[in-house]
């Protein structure tokens, strides 16, 4: 499944939460707000889409129900 995940960096508040629970998927750079990282590691800003698996996709609802600000939402796309 296509999933997308958006970071909104204003509510961005760098808890981390995130990064605990799938830092495959995100990180905390030089940025003050976490960043969403591709399937290689590597940053892609606030914004990345991601061909998932079930697991994946459940991992990254939890990674975004554990922020504090609610700054992550995950879509499903069709």
């Known amino acids: 499944m296509k999933v997308t995940v958006k970071v ?16 495959k998927f995100f990180r905390i750079g030089e940025e003050p707000y976490v960043e969403v990282l591709n399937r290689d590691g590597a940053a892609e800003g606030t914004f990345y889409t991601y061909e998932a698996t079930k697991e994946e996709y459940e991992l990254l609802v939890e990674s975004a129900d554990s922020c504090p600000t609610q700054a992550i939402d995950v879509l499903e796309d069709e």
């Open 8 to 23: 909104d960096s204003t509510a961005c508040i760098t808890a981390a939460n995130c990064v605990g629970v799938a830092p």
